[in-house]
């Protein structure tokens, strides 16, 4: 069974940086574009950002451009995302999402895999 584990999250003070990583067991990442989703209190799932399979596309949320950078090292079959200059806004549960089955990147149903998630609070 497939089993996709976040790890990275934490509490920052804003203007910070975190490295989140994401893993997938028995999974060749170099078969599959992937994902980073947040969800905070009272809001829906929302794509932070999006990685193809050959890792020649990368999308990002509006209001992370400039600041969060996603990548991967299939190598390693693992997911990236470095984020910097937080923001209080970002604070939110962090999730990878794996296999993409096409449509918009940003829809959460598109993806096949997610994991539990990792936590990121950013302190004001």
């Known amino acids: 069974q497939v089993q996709v584990v976040e790890s990275g999250g934490g509490l920052v003070q804003a203007g910070g940086s975190l490295r989140l990583s994401c893993t997938a067991s028995?999974?060749?990442?170099?078969?599959?574009?992937m994902a980073w989703f947040r969800q905070a209190p009272g809001k829906e799932r929302e794509g932070v950002s999006f990685?193809?399979?050959?890792?020649?596309?990368?999308m990002y949320e509006d209001s992370v451009k400039g600041r969060f950078t996603i990548s991967r090292d299939d190598a390693k079959n693992t997911l990236y995302l470095q984020m910097n200059d937080l923001k209080y806004e970002d604070t939110a549960r962090y999730y990878c999402?794996?296999?993409?089955?096409?449509?918009?990147?940003?829809?959460?149903?598109?993806?096949?895999?997610w994991g539990q998630g990792t936590q990121v609070t950013v302190s004001s």
């Open positions: 999402a794996v296999w993409f089955s096409g449509g918009q990147w940003y829809d959460a149903g598109a993806y096949h895999y």
């Open positions: 028995e999974l060749t990442f170099d078969d599959y574009s």
């Open positions: 990685i193809s399979a050959n890792g020649a596309l990368t």
